[in-house]
């Protein structure tokens, strides 16, 4: 054999497995470059400079596109909880595009502010965990229905103990989760009335470790972010378990929400410990392939640490999460 065909064939497989090499990279490239689908906008919001924002726990988007949010102003979590309400505007209108402000309202009405969702009919449902209350606005703030006695806790059909959240069907009947006392999932009919409950203290299926807030997808299943046991649940709309998910990378997960479509949902959960506070991660799901990838403290993100507390999506993809530890509301542009 000649000293080229003896180079050739010593240099084929050295350039086969280099071509490997190259290929791998590429894909992990390219793996990464279809994670990185969301840019955190800056600059945004464009709120007034004399504004300061509280800590931000609800956030939904209208039909408008606008984002709606809902925000503690000075007040911080303490208990026992204060008896005053809140004086500046809680609820805030923000242009989605802009982030200007659009309309605020809310003032002397919650002593200390949690949910918020915004129904098909631009109505905003909002939680007080202190006054144990779910409240029913029109778009502008007018009170059409509250359920619960103000101040009274309890686990019957008439009282909640520190509700979190609100899911509101097509038809207008709603889900509460309730929430840091009743670690439960209440139905009601559009006008209030109490239909039935699931859940109770623990970490089995259809159990729950304060369901801290609740979605539907298009066909009605009910989706549960059951914070202290760090998992999702879902439920079929009675109540009955179909599936859950748990997280592995951090003590608690928040908040979900669910794109109008149904395939894409959104999550977000928070990580600590004795000594340093980690921040939080953005979690995309696939209804095909499950957990998709994340966003956050474990790369993608450029912003500060945060600790998030609700998130909401709009129809272009665009991601709103709420900061309850740099009380700010951050936007994540899809970008394309």
């Not at 686990?155 to 979190?164: A, E, G, I, Y």
Request: overall charge neutral; glycine content about 8%.
């Amino acid at each position: 054999m000649s000293f080229k065909n003896r180079i050739r064939i010593f240099l084929f497989p050295v350039a086969f497995f280099v071509l490997v090499l190259i290929q791998a990279f590429t894909n992990l490239s390219d793996k990464k470059l279809e994670k990185e689908k969301y840019k955190l906008v800056d600059n945004w919001p464009d709120l007034p400079k004399d504004y300061k924002l509280g800590q931000v726990t609800g956030v939904d988007v209208d039909i408008n596109q606008h984002v709606l949010l809902f925000h503690r102003a000075e007040r911080v979590w303490t208990t026992p909880f204060p008896s005053d309400p809140i004086s500046p505007a809680t609820i805030l209108e923000l242009d989605g595009s802009t982030g200007k402000l659009v309309n605020s309202w809310g003032e002397n009405l919650f002593i200390m502010p949690h949910g918020l969702t915004v129904d098909t009919k631009n109505n905003i449902w909002v939680t007080d965990v202190a006054l144990h209350q779910v409240f029913k606005f029109t778009h502008d703030g007018i009170l059409l229905f509250k359920i619960g006695e103000a101040g009274i806790s309890g686990n019957d059909s008439l009282h909640f103990d520190m509700p979190t959240d609100v899911a509101v069907c097509k038809d207008g009947s709603f889900y509460v989760s309730d929430g840091y006392g009743n670690s439960r999932v209440v139905k009601f009919s559009k006008t209030g009335k109490y239909l039935f409950e699931w859940g109770t203290k623990g970490t089995a299926p259809g159990e729950f470790n304060t369901p801290h807030a609740i979605d539907l997808d298009p066909k009605g299943n009910v989706y549960v972010a059951d914070r202290e046991n760090n998992r999702i649940q879902k439920f079929d709309g009675t109540g009955n378990f179909i599936s859950e998910w748990k997280n592995t990378e951090a003590k608690q997960l928040y908040s979900l929400t669910i794109e109008k479509n149904g395939t894409d949902l959104y999550a977000v959960d928070y990580l600590f410990d004795s000594n340093e506070i980690k921040g939080s991660d953005i979690l995309f799901f696939n209804s095909k392939s499950g957990l998709d990838h994340r966003l956050g403290r474990s790369g993608g993100y450029s912003g500060h640490v945060c600790r998030y507390h609700d998130i909401a999506v709009d129809k272009k993809g665009n991601l709103y999460v709420g900061d309850i530890l740099g009380n700010k509301i951050q936007k994540f542009s899809r970008k394309y």
